[in-house]
């Protein structure tokens, strides 16, 4: 049996690809080489430990999505999480662990419960809009509307001159919707891409708004 490169290129390209932009990530010298802990008040990355660069356009194909917990070949899988298979015509093909990928195709309404002030107040992906935030009221008989906030590239939240903004401490509820994003937990070395001309790749993702969390 023949493989045939550009046929695969071809198919993943065309008619089952998808438009995504990808970035490659870059461990930020904050952290710690001793204990591998990121400084949680460093300003270029937020405690996240890692940083993303540009974002580059590219064609891949979502060949599986879970939407259940369960164990394959990759290990451990949350539900959302998906394999990727990348073209060697596109530029993802390079992908590599913690590598963020964002679907132009798609987009998923979120709704959360966050404490104003808090160190994990933060929303991770790529809003296209918040909706509606609100929290109970100090007799909690009724519910208080908020403004929706401007968030920075790290996730962080803010209210300018502090116009519907939470109060210091207060849990909220925040919807909205956002691009559906991946990081990068799985990318092991293969030979794909030698040999032949340049095979496909597999890589499995995970929902951006779970990095940081066991696996990434």
Not at 101 to 111: G, M, Q
Not at 169 to 196: C, K, L, M, T
Request: glycine share 12%.
């Amino acid at each position: 049996m023949r493989f045939s490169p550009a046929a695969f290129d071809r198919f993943l390209t065309g008619p089952v690809g998808q438009s995504f932009l990808w970035r490659r990530a870059a461990a930020c010298p904050c952290v710690s080489p001793g204990s591998g802990s990121a400084d949680p008040e460093c300003p270029l990355c937020d405690g996240l430990g890692w940083s993303w660069g540009p974002s580059l356009a590219a064609r891949a194909a979502m060949t599986a999505q879970s939407t259940q917990k369960a164990i394959a070949a990759f290990g451990s899988w949350e539900p959302g999480d998906a394999t990727l298979t990348l073209p060697r015509a596109s530029p993802v093909y390079a992908a590599g662990r913690n590598d963020r990928v964002r679907s132009l195709d798609s987009t998923t309404p979120f709704n959360m419960v966050l404490r104003r002030g808090h160190p994990g107040e933060r929303l991770i992906g790529s809003l296209v809009a918040i909706e509606r935030v609100f929290w109970r009221r100090a007799d909690k008989l009724a519910y208080v509307e908020g403004a929706a906030p401007a968030v920075n590239a790290q996730g962080r939240l803010s209210w300018p001159g502090g116009v519907g903004e939470p109060p210091a401490g207060q849990p909220y509820s925040i919807s909205g919707v956002r691009h559906d994003e991946w990081f990068v937990f799985n990318a092991n070395p293969s030979d794909r891409n030698i040999g032949v001309g340049g095979l496909p790749r597999k890589v499995g993702v995970r929902r951006m708004d779970l990095f940081g969390r066991g696996d990434g």
